[in-house]
């Protein structure tokens, strides 16, 4: 890993953003802001599974008025996304909202620029200026007959030129298109321009599968260039697959403590039991159990299907459990303990678990 690319720090609530803080994972509630239960809920599961930061569209007074409850209430800091009505923004800021992701030309003149900076400054709100390869003012469009990678910086460096004027420098920075190659350069030429942190991301990056893939691949790039401060996997997806699949970008960009370690086989017509559910059973209690207890001991563990590669890695892993005919034997470092229902095997592989990795050293 190279070394990060050096920025400005900003804080958004509680989360440090730039100036070499950890990397930060971001997701937005895809639930109607005014609905205050349902955005709770989406914010409290987020946090469950590592997110740092949760955003909410505002596009209107009602949305407004729910932020004052939501930012009482919230697990996480909240970013409230604005666009047009500078009066939202207002209306943001006073109802105790952490940031801002707004642009600041298309929310009116400077007046109003003025208004939501002064607003912002007793508290040092970050503004993020967000430009999307989707949304790229007409003029940039007429100049450079589509969305380049120097269109995008070019929207950005005038939004931050409105900030800067006003002597506000709490600013974070965007340059998303939805295709890998413009979004490597626009960040790249960005990070060449900017020490104000960036928060990275694929636009309309597409369903769950392709997203993914697709996000991972740009962002794996330019975080081993050491640029990206923040992050947002955007996906035609559950707001939890989002968040999951950053944690985990970040820790195979040694960006992230690790969290569970969990060894799975693809499965086969061997199998007799079933390996994903079990696979998955246990990855989620152990994430879950990693988050509670960051000091415990990092303890690996395989799930395997049958005997053909289940007693090696039954070897190698602290824990194991082997498949067999609705059973699971269990194993530690290598050694048959005992051999289980497969409605029970689970559970007494996590308590296992819990009390190794909670056991200390011996001096």
């Not at 998955?280 to 159990?289: K, W, Y």
């Not at 005992?338 to 011996?362: G, H, I, M, N, W």
């Amino acid at each position: 890993m190279t070394l990060r690319h050096q920025t400005r720090q900003i804080h958004v609530g509680p989360v440090a953003v730039g100036g070499g803080a950890p990397v930060s994972v971001q997701t937005m509630a895809n639930v109607p802001t005014a609905d205050i239960p349902a955005v709770l809920r989406q914010i409290d599961r987020a946090a469950e599974l590592g997110c740092d930061i949760f955003r909410v569209a505002v596009p209107n007074a009602e949305a407004a008025e729910a932020l004052r409850t939501l930012c009482a209430r919230s697990r996480l800091p909240l970013v409230a996304d604005i666009h047009f009505d500078y009066r939202l923004a207002l209306a943001a800021l006073e109802a105790g909202i952490a940031a801002l992701r707004i642009n600041p030309g298309n929310i009116g003149g400077a007046e109003r620029v003025r208004a939501v900076v002064e607003a912002a400054r007793p508290r040092r709100i970050p503004i993020r200026i967000g430009v999307n390869g989707g949304s790229l003012e007409r003029p940039l469009l007429d100049k450079y007959g589509f969305a380049t990678p120097e269109a995008l910086v070019e929207s950005a460096l005038g939004h931050v030129r409105l900030l800067e004027e006003l002597d506000y420098r709490e600013i974070k920075i965007s340059v998303k298109a939805s295709d890998i190659p413009r979004t490597l350069a626009a960040y790249r030429l960005l990070a060449e321009r900017v020490d104000y942190p960036l928060h990275l991301g694929l636009t309309e990056a597409g369903t769950a599968l392709r997203g993914t893939v697709t996000s991972c691949v740009a962002l794996s790039r330019l975080l081993e260039e050491g640029i990206g401060d923040t992050l947002r996997i955007s996906l035609t997806a559950p707001i939890e697959q989002e968040v999951r699949v950053g944690v985990e970008l970040l820790r195979a960009c040694g960006l992230r403590q690790p969290g569970a370690w969990v060894t799975s086989c693809p499965t086969c017509g061997r199998t007799q039991v079933n390996v994903q559910a079990a696979a998955e059973v246990v990855s989620d209690a152990l994430e879950s159990f990693y988050r509670t207890h960051p000091d415990a001991r990092r303890i690996h563990v395989a799930v395997m299907g049958c005997v053909v590669n289940g007693p090696g890695e039954a070897r190698e892993a602290d824990l194991a459990l082997c498949g067999g005919k609705g059973t699971f034997a269990l194993f530690r470092k290598g050694c048959h303990l005992a051999t289980f229902p497969e409605s029970e095997a689970v559970d007494t592989l996590l308590r296992l678990v819990a009390e190794e990795a909670c056991q200390k050293s011996p001096r």
